[in-house]
């Protein structure tokens, strides 16, 4: 994930809590990712890892906080979440995937195909 270096935090996470019907998933998460910090979420299955992260790409709506991907709090309102989606990208790491690709080639489908970057630079800033 590429997020401008504006002194702000890329992505920032405060009091965020999900519940499926009346299962609690994420309770109160606090988090703040610096652009170009590298981040492992990790923990048993089940424990909201992939929640958090559909959370952050608006994949998942939530209750209660705020997400806010580089000074922009994510909302309901679909114009932000498109511009998000257009800026943060993830890979699934079950399905949607191209079989017939590497994992670099599906990491750099996105930027190369949608965004139309030389793949030369998607390359070199995916293996960085």
Known sequence: MTLQKSGKP???????????????????????????????????SGSGKSTLIRTINALEGFQ???IRVDGVSLSRDQAVVEATRRRVG?????????????????????????????REQVEAEAKN
Request: net charge negative; with cysteine.
């Open 90 to 118: 993830m890979v699934f790491q079950q399905f949607n995937l191209f079989p017939h690709m590497t994992v670099l080639q599906n990491v750099m489908e996105g930027p190369v195909t949608v965004k139309g970057l030389p």
């Open 64 to 66: 209660k906080g705020e």
């Open 10 to 44: 890329a992505i920032e996470i405060t009091g965020l809590n999900k519940w499926y019907g009346a299962m609690q998933v994420l309770f109160d998460v606090n988090l703040t990712i610096s652009a170009g910090e590298r981040l492992v979420i990790c923990g048993p």
